[in-house]
């Protein structure tokens, strides 16, 4: 009955720390205590507002620590921040400068539910085949690893706000990589810092003695981008997270991050690589080993561009894979977050390049990409974050992720190359079906594709554009122009080389509300822009321009959203 009490007592009490005259607002420091009773501290977000720095402290211990644009009065949207944690616990929370007539915390909301004003997943701008937060912003994936049968995604994510910031890590899982369930953030803010970019892997051997038997544990490396360090968490569930004290591989120089670990399995032991900006904005990669996942060795490292020039700057990312399917032929890939890669042979020590400054993404805004480790399969498959335009009107979340792109390795009369092409789980989107044929396109003809009508669309197709001078696809008002002699291709400003290869080009083209991706030639090329397609507009074009194009083949799938 006295702890109840002492409770209500704590729930009421507001302390006002400081008052500040700021122009004609009168602004405060906000001490309050409550008792956590439900699921989720409801914070009223104002896209725009001033950011106020927000702190809850439990048991003498500062548990979250972040900035926001909170609002004052009407908000635009809520945050919730997970108090599960402290249930029937007074904890503290403390805003600094509050306007001294701020509705925001008057009273304090609590929910078990997180609900948007409208239907979450259905807005306006929400890519619908496409993963994107719930709530907040989004840049890299991070985490990537196939664990407990599920695949884990976790990404940066801003949970109290549109913009950058607040580094958390998000975490969405899923069977098949197509269809997610965000579970609550899993990283937060701590005495390392924001929690920027990384890894995950499964330690099957519990080399780090983090898991229990038949428990293996899911190891993730993280940047803290305070102390610079990389740190480490682990989970045996998938779903509780516990971080370690102590850092894995303390700051080795003024910048380095993104640890990205992989098993190694010919030398039996676990490789980090790590972004480090060297002196005169040198980028490299650190390359480094451990037995047990805790205790790091520097063995080598690789230089890419300098300052502007981004070959091998942040988001490493490496692994190894068969050359036109043969597994008695290998190669090592090492790539970074603008995608451009490097293929080589790798001892276990010292990745040793024989190509570099390899590109194969030529589109808008694709970055940071990363791989499921430990795929079961043993595919090699991709995310991305694939910036979209998303910060608008009533939004909640914005940013969001490539589809996912399975990687191989390609023998070209230039030498091995990477593909990536869209993964076969998609096809599971396909609802209605236009199988066009084998057509001739001809200049002013009647355009194949009339009969569509569709806001998400799957095309494939191969053209054997002849004397034409251009053929283009027109998606929901977006031209998308090969020009014949260049071998080229453009959309929306950005052009990329795609050659005929025995006079023919082969397209498959995925159309969302927030652009369109794009592969040609069996995936040599890959062309994601993003662009915010015309609500209205679903129809679809195929015309060309100065002789005639023989379609090959013309398939065009309606697709379903994901969520
Ligand atoms: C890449 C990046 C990473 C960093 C993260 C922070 O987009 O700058 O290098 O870890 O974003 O959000």
Redo the contacts with the bound molecule.
Sequence with gaps: MKKRLLTILLSASVITAAVAQSGEQKLRNLATYFTPEKKYLVLPVKNGAPKRNIELWADGDNVRFFDMELADDKPDWYAYLDISEWKGKPVELRVDKLPVDSKAFAPIAQSDEDKNAGEVYKEKLRAQFHFSPKRGWT??PNGMAYFNGEYHLFF?HNPYGRG?GN?TWGHAVSKDMIHWTEVGDALHPDKFG?M???SAIVDSFNTSGLGEPGKPAMIMF??G?RSWAQAMAYTTDGRTFHKLDKAAVPRINKDN??PKVIWHAPTKQWVMVL?VERDGGQHSMQFLTSPDLKNWTKTSSLNGGIGDDRYLF??PEFYELPVDGNPANKKWLLTA?NSDYAIGSFDGKTFTPEAERLSNQRGRDF??AQTFNNQPEGRRIEIG?WRTHTDKDDMTFNQGMSIPLEHKLVTTPEGIRLTRLPIKELEQLRDKTYNLGKLKLKEGGKNPLESINSELAEIRTELEPGKAATITFTLRGLPVVYDVAKQQLTIDGVTAPAALQDGKLKLIIYVDRTGVELFANDGLMFMPINKNLEAANQSYSLTATGGTVKVNNLDVYALKSIW
């Design positions: 840049n890299d940066q950058w580094m924001p920027f970019s990384g993280f940047t981008a991050r993104d972004y942040e988001c977050a970055y940071a974050w």
